[in-house]
């Protein structure tokens, strides 16, 4: 649930600078990357809202995701903006992320993730500023600060440039790649949020029908795994492939409508 999710994130803010620190020092393996976004498929600036859901099916939140193209030469903006619903509180809890990309590669130049209980009045600020070789991690619980760097993998005959994504750009790299049955990929997932560069691989399954509330839809079921978890996203087939729905932890994203 959007509430749970929060909650736990602000509640493990305290200990950001313990699991940054362990990360710094942690070794990762060397995977055989793969040029995983190929397509920009989105021609212009997008607004896509989705309902949250339990594993029972009761709304527990919603989102908003916007593609903002060209907000500076080269560089689009990526927007998801997240609160609780369907309980007594709805909008106490936030979780408002902000990624600045290349507008051809999705290639990340910063990103911003923000979690806040408006009750409480905390709020725990999660940033990942990019060099060509490596990324600096920021956590911010309510002025105190905590942070490190992690090295990034470097274009060669056998990684891509690049070779690696900000978590926060997720909803929008699983719409390029190529919605091929059987294609899979590797990247490296960058997350401030725990302060971790990890393998994320992607495998296109079958193709399927979903209802959601903004129709029926012909989609493509796309795996997402690290080692630690396993998500699914269904792709619309047709252009701009939105993300009709997703598998996250232990709630569904359904798309509500898209302008």
């Known amino acids: 649930m959007i509430k749970q999710r929060i909650t736990v ?26 040029h995983v976004f190929t397509t920009v498929p989105w021609t212009g600036n997008e607004t896509l809202n989705y309902d949250i859901v339990d594993q029972g099916g009761d709304l527990t939140g919603v989102c908003q995701l916007e593609t903002k193209v060209d907000t500076s030469p080269g560089k689009t903006t990526l927007v998801q903006d997240c609160s609780n619903a369907g309980d007594n509180e709805p909008g ?46 920021q956590a911010n619980d309510n002025g105190t600060l905590h942070g490190t760097n992690r090295d990034l993998p470097k274009p060669s005959d056998s990684s891509p440039d690049p070779g690696y994504y900000d978590d926060e750009e997720l909803f929008w790299i699983i719409r390029g790649i190529p919605l ?30 979903v209802t959601v509330p903004a129709g029926t839809f012909n989609v493509w079921k796309v795996r997402l795994s690290t080692s630690s978890v396993t998500q699914f996203f269904w792709i619309d087939a047709s252009p701009p492939h939105h993300v009709i729905q997703a598998d996250i932890e232990d709630t569904t994203y359904k798309l509500k409508s898209a302008k």
């Open 92 to 137: 106490r809890y936030r979780d408002d992320r902000t990624a600045i990309v290349d507008s051809k590669t999705l290639k990340p130049f910063s990103a911003t993730r923000t979690t806040s209980d408006a009750k409480k009045d905390t709020r725990t600020t999660f940033t990942s500023t990019y060099s060509p070789t490596e990324v600096k991690f």
């Open 180 to 209: 091929e049955k059987d294609w899979e990929g590797a990247y490296i997932d960058v997350n401030a949020s725990n302060g971790q560069t990890i393998t994320a691989r992607i495998r296109v399954e079958d193709q399927e029908k």
């Open 9 to 34: 994130t602000i509640a493990a803010a305290a200990a950001a600078g313990l699991a940054l620190a362990l990360s710094a020092c942690g070794g990762s393996s060397s995977p055989k990357l793969t």
